[in-house]
């Protein structure tokens, strides 16, 4: 099944001389529990594209279509009430709510939803990014790589059906960087979620079901489903 | 050389701040703008009524030199021309005095003025025509001409009985210029030609000298200024030792007090003291307020700026090179501004005040550019001593801490992570916990100027107009005579005679006509006032009021205001003790007493009497020494301050009898004053008609009515309200304007945050409405301190100073406070929704892009 799909995404920054086309018709589909990974190079439009798949940008023209839903139909509050239900964002840098601890942080979205926080689970994810001493810290006392992975853990407490993560293992080592990623496809794999992972790193890349590669804003390779 | 280019660069990077953020700029330089207006219309009405008074004294004088010389020599006048310290020196040559009879009410000098600049110096120089040259030539005040009944013109025949030291003759000289006369001069000034001077004044040959010399005339009085106005005293005399060394024959010096005198009574002072300080407080409160929070704001930039290798003394500098941007632009509006305001709330003053001649109070170039010179000095001032602060946290800030400030607390406290929802309120909640220094700072000058906003309100509101006119009048008019409280003789009280008491009874429309009758006489003392005086005498052993008790006690009388009066004066005695029956005190056998005054006015002595004992007087005029008559107490109460004598023993009696007994006891028919009522509509009736009476040329008695009192008084609030209106409104606003800064700058500061927040799945509405919580909070924890100090402020400050004042009556109250609080709340409703609409025309992903 389809889950995440685009048609002839299309992202215009700017006017006249200054006018940068970050994304030019893209067509892109993801199925359901499929771990992708996006690569190309820096400026290439990759994080560009990740927004709009999670709705937080609209694009100049085209559709994304989540579970079949296109998105860009609805109004402001529905499309943010829609991303905290079916979609876990990670940031490439900025990413925690600094006035909120790290637990805080982490069940935010849920909490924000009204629901009762799975703590087992949350507690398991905690446990496997190692946050499990800091949970009473701020954001300001973390390093760049603890406050990353609070993001990843935010991301994926909430059980979206899609996690979106730009350079999620950018400030990581690799040894962490293999434990992040084993734990993304494990829990991807446990509530079939689909993962759409930017990154730079070609062994991190590797280990995803499929490799999206963009240049100057155009899809070039990947943009279909392997089979 | 480096050290300058390097400046440049601090400036170059200060401009590029200013520029790229322009709703700090505005905040600021309204705040500067306000600031300044507040200090500019204070410094021009503290300016222009000290200089005002000083000018004025000036012609009271007749002389705006600093010092002068008195009957002097020209070899003298020369003297001081030479030496290096005076200026402007000017002379006259003494001749004589007018004494035409139409010169009774008074003086006027006959002198020669050595050039225009001598004339203009007494503020007696022609307006019209000119200085005289002729030997028969004059020139003369208006006033000098409207008391000979001449008119104002060039060429009229003046007529001067000349009085040159006893040696009177006769003179007809001819009008060549006139000025307008000065009603407060002590004295008024006719030019003569120097023709004329030489012919009856002529230069003396020896030194003046009044023991064996009392001779004037031919004298020159010499007047100098020196370079400025600080120690004329010091001056003058190292100047006369300069010129005459030790010597006997040093002339006399004469200093004018314009200069001299504190101009400003120290009620004065302390008040624009006082206004200072709060204006600063004012402007500091909010200036530093926006400093606080944007550089808060900006750490992150500051914090870059040192990383790349800024010292905090660049960072510093940059600060304050902005501050001072602020500055040049915002103070001129205010100056502008200020005095504008000044200007019409000095008026409204001069207005309520009345008494000043205009031409003394009209503010000169030199006395705008003070005033000018000294708003700038304090803003600035204000706005350097505000940034301060602000400028050192900009300095001092870490790199690396900076990188990641947020303004919030590093200590995070454990806390049970499991039951907690997030809502819109929780998570504000948690920010205003979480960054507490902010929220302390904003509060606290919200506080501020809602407690000063309020405690002003307050101090308006307890001018009680009642109290003021029932302090001066009972009843609506009171017959008197004009100087009452400075006489001494009774006889003298008693003006009003019957016949004119019968006039007064037959004008239409008086309701009630009540004569007071007033003798003065003596308490006899018996056994139990006696014993209270004993005690009184103990206890006021050691003060000045002993020496009366002791008399009392050694006499057994004391002085007494004896007042007969009418029942209805009864109406307005407000006893402090006992019951007073009018039918019971018809009979004569009854008498009101005082209760006592010692010393201090509020300080009262325990009643000699009390209700129930007898009274007895003695020694009233027309009446045998030994004579006495008693009374029994009927009631404790003293006599309203309008209708008494207006002066007070040291430790008197006061006993208030029915004018029957009075009659009886005394031959004296003429009543001290009359109170009088009108019917309703016939007030102005009433008042024409008794003024035609008190009107009259030979009446020693005036009348004083509720109304003009009521409207002396409504002048008078008018002014203050004015005044204090002007102010609240301006400190008001101050707040609001602070307020609206902290919640904005709140909100762009944390655009990034609340992007991210939004991203992860807060909706623009629950931002919203954790950004109004947010302002709310604000609100109800500045609604709480306001009421808190506001209500020890005023019972520990305002109630002490306010207590003094008879026309005030205080009652606190929280009504600004309760009127601001719903304007703060609809502001942290509005203001959030508006501000994150603003920077949600952004994108989510631009926003996150942002530093
Ligand atoms: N808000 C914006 N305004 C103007 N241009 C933008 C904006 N955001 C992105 N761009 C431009 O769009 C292009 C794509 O940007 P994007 O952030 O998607 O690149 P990226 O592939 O994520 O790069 P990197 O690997 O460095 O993160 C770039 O050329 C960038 O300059
Ligand atoms: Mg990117």
Same mark, same amino acid.
């Not at chain 1, 798949?53 to 994304?64: A, E, F, I, Q, Y």
């Given at each position: ?227 | 050389?480096?050290?300058?280019? @390097? ?14 953020? =322009?709703?700090?700029?505005? *905040? ?53 021309? +030479? ?10 040559v003494i001749v004589g005095n007018a004494v035409n009879d139409a010169f009774k009410n008074f003086s006027v000098e006959i002198n020669y003025a050595g050039d225009e600049n001598a004339a203009k110096a007494s503020f007696c120089n022609q307006t019209t025509g000119k200085l005289p040259e002729n030997y028969d030539e004059i020139a003369v005040s208006t006033l000098v001409l409207d008391a000979l009944g001449l008119p104002h013109e060039l060429g009229t025949v003046v007529p001067v009985t000349l009085n040159v030291d006893g040696e009177v ?37 020896? #030194?003046? @000298?009044?023991? +064996? ?7 020159? #009085? ?25 010597? &006997? ?16 009574? !120290? ?33 992150? !930039? ?104 947020? &303004? ?20 504000? =909640? ?28 307050? *101090? ?41 008491? +019968? ?8 309701? #009630? ?7 003065r006489g003596k308490l006899v003392f018996h056994e139990e006032p006696l014993e209270r005086l004993n005690t009184l005498c103990d206890k006021y052993a050691d003060t000045d009021e002993h020496g009366s008790l002791t008399n009392a006690k050694d006499n057994g009388t004391i002085p007494t205001d004896i007042y007969g009066v009418t029942d209805d004066v009864l109406n307005v005695l407000e006893p402090a003790d006992g019951k007073i029956d009018p039918t019971k005190w018809q009979s004569g056998k009854y008498a009101i007493v005082n209760t ?35 009374? +029994? ?25 029915? &004018?029957?007994?009075? !009659? ?8 001290? !004053? ?6 309703? @509509?016939?007030?102005?009736? *009433? ?64 655009? =990034? ?22 302002? *709310? ?69 631009? =926003?996150?892009?942002?530093?």
């Amino acid at each position: 099944m389809e889950v995440l799909k685009t048609e002839a995404l299309t992202k215009i920054y700017g006017e006249g001389e200054s006018k940068v086309t970050a994304l030019d018709n893209a067509n892109l589909s993801v199925r359901q529990g499929e771990f992708a990974a996006i690569v190309g190079t820096s400026g290439s439009g990759k994080s560009t594209l990740l927004h709009m798949l999670g709705g937080l940008d609209r694009p100049t023209s085209g559709k994304v279509y989540v579970e079949g839903k296109d998105i860009f139909t609805l109004k402001d509050e529905a499309l943010t009430i829609f991303r905290r239900r079916k979609i876990g964002f990670v940031f490439q840098s900025f990413n925690l709510v600094p006035t909120l601890n790290v637990y805080e942080n982490i069940v935010f979205p849920i909490q924000l939803d009204g629901n009762d926080v799975d703590d087992k689970f949350v507690n398991e994810v905690i446990g496997i990014l190692g946050l499990a001493d800091m949970q009473n810290r701020l954001p300001n006392q973390l390093s760049g790589g603890q406050q990353q992975r609070v993001a990843i853990a935010r991301a994926l407490a909430a059980k979206p059906a899609i996690v979106l993560a730009d350079e999620p293992t950018g400030n990581l080592d690799s040894k962490t960087s293999q434990d992040v990623l084993s734990l993304l496809k494990v829990t991807g794999q446990k509530f079939s979620q689909t993962i759409v992972m930017i990154t730079h790193n070609e062994a991190i890349a590797q280990m995803a079901d499929r490799i999206i590669r963009i240049e100057d804003g155009h899809i070039i390779k990947g943009g279909e489903p392997n089979d | 050389m480096t050290k300058v280019s @390097n400046k440049k660069v601090i400036s170059r990077l200060a401009f590029r701040e200013l520029r790229s953020n =322009r709703r700090m700029n505005i *905040v600021v330089i309204l705040s500067i703008v306000l600031t300044c207006v507040l200090f500019t219309a204070l410094t021009s009405i503290g300016g222009s009524l000290i200089n005002g008074t000083q000018q004025e004294t000036m012609r009271q004088v007749g002389g705006d030199r600093m010092a002068g010389l008195k009957c002097v020599l020209p070899e003298d006048y020369e003297k001081v021309c +030479e030496d290096s310290t005076t200026c402007d020196v000017v002379y006259r040559v003494i001749v004589g005095n007018a004494v035409n009879d139409a010169f009774k009410n008074f003086s006027v000098e006959i002198n020669y003025a050595g050039d225009e600049n001598a004339a203009k110096a007494s503020f007696c120089n022609q307006t019209t025509g000119k200085l005289p040259e002729n030997y028969d030539e004059i020139a003369v005040s208006t006033l000098v001409l409207d008391a000979l009944g001449l008119p104002h013109e060039l060429g009229t025949v003046v007529p001067v009985t000349l009085n040159v030291d006893g040696e009177v003759s006769e003179h007809e000289f001819k009008l060549c210029g006139y000025w307008q006369g000065e009603k407060v001069a002590m004295a008024q000034e006719c030019w003569v030609s120097k023709a004329f001077a030489d012919k009856y004044a002529p230069t003396p040959t020896k #030194q003046f @000298n009044t023991l +064996e010399h009392p001779v004037y005339a031919g004298y020159w #009085q010499v007047d100098f200024n020196y370079a400025n106005s600080w120690d004329i005293e010091g001056k003058t005399n190292a100047l006369i030792s300069r010129l005459y060394g030790n010597s &006997e024959n040093a002339p006399d010096v004469g200093i004018n007090w314009a200069y001299t005198t504190s101009n400003a009574d !120290s009620g004065m002072v302390v008040g624009g003291i006082v206004m200072i300080l709060v204006i600063f407080a004012a402007g500091y409160l909010i200036i530093y307020n926006i400093f606080y929070i944007n550089i808060s704001a900006n750490i992150r !930039s500051y914090g870059l700026l040192k990383t790349i290798g800024t010292t905090s003394m660049q960072i510093r500098r940059m600060v304050r090179v902005q501050a001072a941007v602020y500055c040049v632009i915002g103070i001129p509006f205010g100056l502008i501004i200020g005095i504008l305001s000044g200007k019409i709330l000095f008026k409204a003053i001069m207005v309520t005040m009345n008494i000043y001649s205009a031409a003394s109070y009209a503010i000169s170039v030199k006395l705008l550019v003070m005033i000018c010179l000294a708003s700038t000095a304090f803003t600035f001032l204000t706005v350097m001593i505000s940034c301060r602060k602000p400028c050192k946290i900009a300095g001092s800030v870490s790199p690396i801490e900076a990188l990641r400030y947020n &303004e919030t607390n590093i200590n995070a406290k454990k806390r049970d992570k499991k039951t907690r929802t997030i809502s819109p309120l929780s998570v504000a =909640r948690n920010n205003m916990l979480r960054s507490r220094k902010k929220t302390i700072v904003v509060v606290l000058s919200l506080t501020l100027s809602m407690v000063l906003v309020n405690t002003l309100f307050t *101090v308006l509101r307890g001018v009680d107009m009642d109290k003021y006119v029932s302090a001066q009048i009972v009843g609506d008019f009171i017959i008197m005579h004009d100087k009452v409280s400075t006489l001494n003789y009774d006889d003298q009280h008693a003006l009003i005679t019957p016949e004119q008491l +019968e006039y007064l009874n037959t004008i239409d429309g008086v309701r #009630q006509v009540s004569p007071i009758y007033f003798r003065r006489g003596k308490l006899v003392f018996h056994e139990e006032p006696l014993e209270r005086l004993n005690t009184l005498c103990d206890k006021y052993a050691d003060t000045d009021e002993h020496g009366s008790l002791t008399n009392a006690k050694d006499n057994g009388t004391i002085p007494t205001d004896i007042y007969g009066v009418t029942d209805d004066v009864l109406n307005v005695l407000e006893p402090a003790d006992g019951k007073i029956d009018p039918t019971k005190w018809q009979s004569g056998k009854y008498a009101i007493v005082n209760t006592y005054y010692l010393g201090a006015e509020d300080e009262k002595g325990e009643p000699l009497y009390s209700v129930g004992d007898t009274l007895t007087l003695s020694s009233m005029k027309g009446m045998d020494e030994d004579t006495t008559k008693d009374f +029994e107490v009927m009631a404790l109460c003293e006599m309203p301050y309008a209708i008494s004598t207006q002066s007070y023993y040291l430790f008197g009696g006061q006993v208030i009898i029915p &004018e029957s007994t009075y !009659s009886e006891m005394t031959d004296n028919r003429n009543a001290m !004053s009359v109170m009088m009522n009108a019917e309703e @509509n016939c007030f102005d009736d *009433v008042d024409k008609q008794i003024r035609y009476m008190t009107d009259r040329s030979d009446s020693q008695v005036i009348v004083k009515s509720k109304q003009t009192y009521l409207e002396e008084f409504s002048d008078f609030t008018k002014m203050i309200k004015l005044v204090g209106g002007t102010l609240s409104g301006i400190l008001a606003l101050i707040g609001i304007l602070n307020f609206v800064n902290a919640v904005v700058t709140g909100i762009i500061s944390r655009k =990034r945050e609340l992007a991210m927040m939004n991203a992860v799945g807060m909706t623009g509405g629950q931002l919203k409405k954790m950004l109004m919580w947010e302002g *709310v909070h604000y609100a109800a924890l500045t609604a709480v301190c306001s009421v808190i100090i506001g209500f020890l402020l005023d019972n520990v400050v305002v109630k002490s100073i306010t207590g003094d004042l008879f026309f005030f009556t205080h009652h606190f109250t929280f009504m600004p406070i309760l009127i601001c609080v719903p304007i703060l709340l609809l502001l942290s409703a509005v203001i959030p929704s508006v501000a994150y609409q603003t920077i949600c025309r952004d994108s989510v992903v631009n =926003r996150l892009r942002e530093n």
